[in-house]
């Protein structure tokens, strides 16, 4: 009588452990459908206009954000590029 015919049942555990975490990796990290900042967005560099006029003062504030910004409307901030090869 051999036992060699249970060690198939030792090897699934860790096979099956490995095979799980790659698909639950895979699945939830889309590594493949990202957005690849670097390469699909188009940031051109601008001469930097202005002037030296002062246009207000804030001493002593408690305010924890600035009035008017854009933190969470990072689709205003961020465009794709648009391929327009037809």
Do not use: C
């Not at 590594?31 to 002062?54: N, R, W």
């Amino acid at each position: 009588m051999s036992h060699d015919g249970g060690m198939w049942l030792l090897a699934i555990g860790p096979a099956g452990a490995a095979g799980l975490y790659w698909g639950l990796y895979r699945y939830y990290r889309n590594t493949d459908k990202s957005h690849d900042f670097e390469h699909e967005t188009a940031v051109e560099a601008k001469p930097i206009t202005g002037s030296e006029k002062k246009v207000g003062e804030v001493k002593g504030t408690q305010e924890t954000r600035i009035d008017g910004d854009n933190v969470a409307a990072y689709r205003k901030r961020v465009q794709r590029i648009q391929d327009n090869t037809s």
